[in-house]
């Protein structure tokens, strides 16, 4: 039984599979969002969530311990600087992901994990679609007739 067993290995050895975690969660904090497959996503967002929350106190061990994780300078100073000002006040949750289909090759269900606060396209279409949630009738009595059929078939009876 796998009790307690939390760790999607990847079928890849502990030195490979911490090898790609960093280049991927360094890649993820530099360009905002990477495609990739879903068993690599979620294993993804457990390794780069806490340490989105560690670059919110901008102190020297946080850096270090950082640092250790991702092994690239620049990455962890987009971290600190630029990604932990924009998610000060977000309590967790810092990573989406977005299934995209499966791969043409081997049939793996393929997706896009990104940064929740750099998605501008969602963040600027989301209003527009609530209202048009907001308007859109729930029931289907009537959709079919206009008023004037609707008129012509009283004035019959």
């Excluded at 490979?16 to 360009?31: E, G, P, V």
């Excluded at 977000?90 to 992901?97: A, F, K, L, S, V």
């Excluded at 994990?113 to 750099?118: A, M, P």
């Amino acid at each position: 039984m796998r009790h307690g067993k939390k760790l999607n290995h990847l079928g890849r050895q502990s030195a490979h599979r911490k090898a790609m975690m960093s280049n991927m969660a360094t890649s993820l904090i530099l360009h905002k969002r990477i495609s990739t497959t879903l068993a690599k996503a979620k294993a993804l967002r457990q390794y780069v969530e806490p340490l989105i929350t560690k670059a919110k106190k901008n102190e020297t061990h946080p850096r270090r311990v950082v640092f250790s994780y991702l092994q690239d300078k620049k990455a962890v100073s987009v971290l600190f600087d630029e990604i932990a000002d924009k998610i000060a006040d977000r309590p967790g949750g810092y990573t989406r992901i977005l299934k995209t289909g499966f791969r043409y090759g081997d049939n793996a269900e393929m997706c896009i994990i990104e940064l929740v606060d750099y998605n501008t396209e969602m963040l600027n279409a989301a209003p527009a679609s609530d209202m048009a949630a907001a308007k859109k009738r729930r029931t289907r009595r009537g959709a079919g007739k206009t008023k004037a059929e609707d008129t012509t078939s009283t004035s019959g009876e």
